[in-house]
């Protein structure tokens, strides 16, 4: 059975402290890694998917990579914007994603 | 501009009463899915299809239907059976081929007054 385990369950930063969120995994046989972003109230938006161990991939303060048990999501200087739920999924090939539960950051000025 | 519609945003249930989101894409995704999402938990797996006039149960199905009729439509009713309805309700969608994963749309909040 997939698992899919996120740590912390949440993060409070200082406006400028750079920090990682951890998503651990185990699968049968990994089509992708996909991080999402979930703003209260709203429907989780795609950030980035990651395909195998060694890819990484960036977005403005975002960075995620991939092992092959893991997953991290480094966020450099965050801003009080970057203040979220961070959700994990992974893809096993069969079109269905198993998502982790989460972490709620949240970025102090 | 393409996208997936949940309507309503907020929905108020009162006890013994069933009650049906609804859930628009244009697409054109194969494969539909329903979640929940209780305060400070992830996401929970109700109902997906992925063809049309197919479904499937998902890990909470009891006290849930749905039906898919049509490809752009994927509608949720929660039935009296559910004892514990108050949660916040996503829809999802997508192709097989997709690198994004799943598109989401932007949630029903459903209460029981």
């Known amino acids: 059975e997939d698992q899919v385990t996120q740590s912390p369950e949440a993060l409070r930063l200082q406006e400028g402290e750079s920090s990682s969120l951890n998503c651990s995994y185990t699968v049968s046989g990994l089509r992708g890694l996909f991080w999402y972003r979930q703003d209260p109230g709203k429907g989780p938006e795609f950030l980035f998917t990651l395909y195998s161990a060694g890819e990484e991939k960036e977005k403005e303060r975002l960075k995620a990579t991939l092992t092959k048990k893991e997953s991290f999501l480094h966020i450099t200087a965050p801003k009080p914007e970057d203040s979220a739920t961070y959700l994990c999924?992974?893809?096993?090939?069969?079109?269905?994603?198993?998502f982790g539960g989460g972490t709620r950051l949240m970025v102090k000025p | 501009d393409g996208g997936i519609t949940q309507s309503p945003k907020y929905l108020f249930r009162k006890e013994g009463q069933n009650v049906t989101l609804s859930c628009e894409q244009n697409l054109n995704h194969d494969a539909m899915y329903w979640y929940r999402q209780d305060p400070g938990q992830g996401l929970r797996l109700i109902y997906y299809?992925?063809?049309?006039?197919?479904?499937q149960k998902g890990d909470i199905a009891e006290g849930y239907s749905v039906s898919r009729e049509k490809k752009e439509s994927f509608p949720l009713t929660v039935t009296s059976a559910q004892k514990n309805p108050t949660a916040f309700y996503l829809c999802?969608?997508?192709?097989?081929?997709?690198?994004?994963?799943?598109?989401f749309g932007s949630g029903t909040r459903l209460t029981v007054v």
């Open positions: 299809s992925q063809i049309v006039n197919d479904f």
């Open positions: 999924a992974v893809d096993n090939a069969g079109n269905m994603l198993t």
């Open positions: 999802a969608s997508s192709h097989r081929t997709s690198n994004y994963g799943y598109t």
